[in-house]
């Protein structure tokens, strides 16, 4: 497989590493679809239902949601026709629970025609104090989505979405300082440990995070070879 052709790939990192900003990006370059596990949680969580009140019970504190929930979710999602073109995995597998499910489910009917198989995995290594200081810092506008940043990403007309032109900007309710240290502490225990797996298999490259977002990009670029 020549660089290029990597279209099917997970990017993994701590809590604030910019695995959503930088998989946006790289998913528009190669024209595949991003899937954020996170924004699936949220979305249902936002529906109220009691599965939706399960997941925003365990996203408040920083949990992670049971493995075959989210596991499920990510599998219908990247097996949807409109995504065959590929995916990019944002924040999907944390665990190596979810690793075992998913590389189970990949190879089973309905699912083993499909070319599910992930190529590449994205390592955004970032240390601590930028941590703290990327996911305290950032807003959402209320209308599209578009996410900021006080110091990194400004909107270009003070107050104003660059996206959409809306108004009102939002914090998600899981970025404060406390729910910080609790995802820093499952990121370290439980997802840490799919690093190692992916990097023997052969599949892992590591970015560093630190910087500018285009700069991150930049690095992102040399190594998938768009
Ligand atoms: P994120 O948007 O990636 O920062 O994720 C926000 C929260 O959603 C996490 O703190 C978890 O509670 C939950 N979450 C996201 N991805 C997963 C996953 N792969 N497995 C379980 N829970 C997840």
């Known amino acids: 497989m020549t660089a290029n052709n990597f279209r099917h ?4 990192g701590p809590p604030g590493s910019g695995k959503g900003t930088q998989a946006a ?4 370059k190669l024209q595949i679809t991003t899937i954020s596990a996170g924004e699936l949680l949220r979305a249902e969580a936002r529906t109220g239902s009691e599965l939706g009140k399960q997941i925003a019970a365990r996203i408040d504190f920083g949990k992670l949601v ?3 929930i989210i596991v499920r979710a990510m599998i219908q999602e990247i097996a949807k026709p409109e995504n ?3 995916y990019i995995m944002d924040g999907f597998p944390r665990s190596m629970d979810q690793v075992g499910l998913f590389d189970e489910a990949i190879s089973k009917e309905p699912y083993s025609d499909k070319n599910l198989t992930p190529d590449l995995v994205l390592f955004l290594q970032v240390p601590d104090d930028y941590i703290y200081d990327r996911i305290l810092g ?3 506008c209320a209308k599209c989505g ?3 940043h006080e110091k990194f990403k400004t909107p270009k007309v003070f107050g104003v979405c660059d996206r959409c ?4 900007f939002t914090k998600r309710a899981d970025d404060t300082y406390e729910t910080v240290v609790s995802r820093l502490r499952t990121y370290r225990s439980v997802t840490a440990p799919v690093i190692p797996y992916y990097e023997e298999k052969g599949l892992l490259k590591c970015i560093d995070g630190t910087g500018p977002i285009d700069v991150v990009s930049e690095k992102i670029r040399k190594v998938v070879g768009y």
């Not at 032109?165 to 009102?168: D, I, N, T």
């Open 9 to 12: 790939i997970i990017m993994v």
């Open 66 to 68: 049971p493995p075959e």
């Open 146 to 148: 578009e996410m900021y």
């Open 25 to 28: 990006i790289l998913a528009e």
């Open 84 to 86: 065959s073109a590929g």
């Open 165 to 168: 032109g809306g108004k009102e």
């Open 138 to 140: 950032r807003s959402q």
